[in-house]
Structures are given as C-alpha cells and as structure tokens.
Nanobody, 118 residues
C-alpha cells in the first residue's frame, strides 16, 4: 500500500521557520522524483520545490528561492522541506508528491497545514 505522510506543519510567526517531512512507503522511493506543492484557499496548486531521485538536482519556485530548501534521505524514504523566513503568503496546505516516468506513477500525500501569522 502506497503512503505519503506529511508532518511538521503548524502555526508560526512571520520570519520563523518550519521543517516539513514526508515519509514514504509502499514503493521504491529512491527511483522517484519528489515534489512539494502548496495550495492556499481560492488559489491554484503551486509547485514549490523539486528534487531528483539521487538528490543531484533541485528546483524552486521563484517565490521561495533562497528561503526554502528541499532534501531527501533515500535510506529513510523521506523528503524534507526546510522553510525559513516565512511570510504570511506562505500560508497553505503543503503536499508531498512522488513521480516516476519509468513506472508511470504519480502519488500524493494528504497534506499538512502551514499557517504564518502574528
């Protein structure tokens, strides 16, 4: 059974930090490209960050570049999103996504809420 379970969300003040985790199971994690998306109320889902299967390549949305860092630990089947200098506009549900063109599979987690407010 495939599972992606996000954790680490919560309420944080502007300028604060959070570290999100996404624990994967039920598939060969090391073969999948991993993404973090976010969706705010009334807005379209936005791709925040991407990391290749071997951690050799990362990409970020312009809105988070320099503040967020994506990483992965293939031994633990976990992907992380370190979020620093958080802003109110970062408030959203953050979702973990696993993609494999080789296997033609696309998996999603349920999401974790991040709220940035004073």
């Amino acid at each position: 059974q495939v599972q992606l379970v996000e954790s680490g969300g919560g309420l944080v003040q502007p300028g604060g930090s959070l570290r999100l985790s996404c624990a994967a199971s039920g598939f060969t994690f090391s073969m999948y490209l991993m993404n973090w998306y976010r969706q705010a109320p009334g807005k379209e889902r936005e791709l925040v960050a991407t990391i290749s299967s071997t951690s050799g390549s990362t990409n970020y949305a312009d809105s988070v570049k320099g503040r967020f860092t994506i990483s992965r630990d293939n031994a633990k089947s976990t992907v992380y999103l370190q979020m620093n200098s958080l802003k109110p506009e970062d408030t959203a549900v953050y979702l973990c996504n696993a993609v494999s063109r080789y296997y033609n599979k696309n998996y999603w987690g349920q999401g974790t809420q991040v709220t940035v407010s004073s």
